[in-house]
């Protein structure tokens, strides 16, 4: 089997989507979430620009963990923006309620970064954006979702997730699927093979 096939990357999150994607696509590795204080500092450098904020966490996520663990660190961020704000994963369910409401009618974009570190060095980022638009929602079509979703509802910025019945809150979407799910995995596999390439030669 040709080397790239078997290679780990050390995944510097949490979020089990993303943990997902990687093994589905035979990229198995060690799951280790970084410690919060490297995005608080990330979050202060970029303030007044959202659109870097995922590169900066995606990368603080990387660096954070990359000098203690051997080969390839990957961080993954993600932001949804919508009218300015950068919406946060909802605590409460009314956060979560707020949140659809806001969503309704409305397209609104995710940005999605990635970064690999090696040792001391970044060694490849990336970031791509999907735009999505919102169906019409009634206060009981956001009820209802809420009631189905549980605690669901909390494990993703915009209360979503299109992977499962999320995706019938939509009427439109326009951008690359694993960059929605919060990594764009071509690009990833594009350069890991590269890059492995590079090693052995």
Known sequence: MPMWLEDTVTL?????????????????????PPHPGGEI?????VRGDPKALPEALASAKAKAIAADHPGLVLGADQIL?????????PRTRQEAAQ??????????????SLS?????NEVWQYSDRAILKMRHLTAADVDSYLDRMGEKVFSSVGAYQVE????QLFDAIEGDHFTILGLPLLPLLDF????????EQ
Request: one cysteine or more; hydrophobic letters at 35%.
């Open 12 to 32: 510097a999150s949490g979020r089990q989507t993303r943990r997902s994607i990687l093994s589905a696509a035979g990229r198995d590795g060690v799951v280790k």
């Open 81 to 89: 923006l919508h009218a300015g704000r950068v919406y946060d994963k």
């Open 116 to 120: 690999l570190w090696c040792g001391n």
């Open 192 to 199: 890991l093979r590269r890059y492995r390439s590079g090693v």
């Open 164 to 167: 499962g019945p999320g995706i």
């Open 41 to 45: 500092d990330a979050k202060a450098a």
């Open 99 to 112: 949140a659809l409401v806001s969503l309704s009618g409305n397209p609104h974009t995710l940005i999605s």
